[in-house]
C-alpha cells in the first residue's frame, strides 16, 4: 500500500486477555519502529527493527510485551495479560535505513484495556 | 547518545501571534533534524527536515526551523499562527552513532486563541 497500515483501528479488550496488534509498513522501508502513547502524553518508544540487525528492545516495559518482524515486513506487536494501564494508542512508523530519512507513521491502533 | 528536549509541554498564542516551539538536541555527531506534527487523532506527520543543505528549513503550512549548531537548538517557528495550526509538535533527530534510529522529544502541544 501506499502508506503504513495498522490493523486494528481499535480494540477492546477484557483484562488478563492477549492482544495482537498488526503493522504493515511501506515497501521496502527496512526501518520500523512501535511507540506508544498514552492520553495526553507524547511518544514513548517500544522496539525498533533494524534491517536484519538484531531488534532494539530497549523500550518495551515489560515482558508482557513483544514483537516480531517476519521477512523484513509486516511486525506484529504482542501484549499478554493485558492491563488497564496498557491502554493507549500504538503507532508504528517506518523508513528507510539513513541519516536523512523520515519516519512514516501509520494511524495508529487505539487500545482499550476493561 | 544523542537525545532531544523540547521546552515547554504546552504552548498558547493567540490566532494572527508568533508561534515559537524550542528544541533542543544532544549529539556527539552531526545530527540530522525533524518536527512531526499530529493532529487530534491521526498519526504524526513530516513538517520540515534538516539535513544539512541549509540551516534554514522550510516546511509545509508555513512552519520553519533553523539549525544552530552552537545553541543545539532547531526551533520551529512560524509567523503567524492560524487556528488549524493546533496540535501536538515532535522534534526528532537522527544520528548515526552505529544505526539510524529516530529519537523523538516529549512533545509540545500547540494551543491557538482566537
Known amino acids: 500500500g501506499a502508506g503504513v497500515s495498522q490493523s486494528p483501528s481499535n480494540k477492546v479488550t477484557e483484562k488478563g486477555k492477549d492482544v495482537e496488534l498488526r503493522c504493515d509498513p511501506i515497501s521496502g522501508h527496512t526501518a520500523l519502529y512501535w511507540y506508544r502513547q498514552s492520553l495526553g502524553q507524547g511518544l514513548e518508544f517500544l522496539i525498533y527493527f533494524q534491517g536484519n540487525s538484531a531488534p532494539d528492545k530497549s523500550g518495551l516495559p515489560s515482558d508482557r510485551f513483544s514483537a516480531e518482524r517476519t521477512g523484513g515486513s509486516v511486525s506484529t506487536l504482542t501484549i499478554q495479560r493485558t492491563q488497564q494501564e496498557d491502554s493507549a494508542v500504538y503507532l508504528c512508523a517506518s523508513s528507510l535505513l539513513g541519516d536523512h530519512t523520515e519516519a512514516f507513521f501509520g494511524q495508529g491502533t487505539r487500545l482499550t484495556v476493561v | ?114
Open chain 2, 1 to 114: 547518545a544523542q537525545s532531544v528536549t523540547q521546552l515547554g509541554s504546552h504552548v498558547s498564542v493567540s490566532e494572527g501571534a508568533l508561534v515559537l516551539l524550542r528544541c533542543n538536541y544532544s549529539s556527539s555527531v552531526p545530527p540530522y533534524l525533524f518536527w512531526y506534527v499530529q493532529y487530534p487523532n491521526q498519526g504524526l506527520q513530516l513538517l520540515l527536515k534538516y539535513t544539512s543543505a541549509a540551516t534554514l528549513v522550510k516546511g509545509i503550512n508555513g512552519f520553519e526551523a533553523e539549525f544552530k549548531k552552537s545553541e543545539t537548538s532547531f526551533h520551529l517557528t512560524k509567523p503567524s499562527a492560524h487556528m488549524s495550526d493546533a496540535a501536538e509538535y515532535f522534534c526528532a533527530v537522527i544520528a548515526n552513532t552505529g544505526g539510524f534510529k529516530t529519537i523523538f522529544g516529549a512533545g509540545t502541544r500547540l494551543f491557538v486563541k482566537a
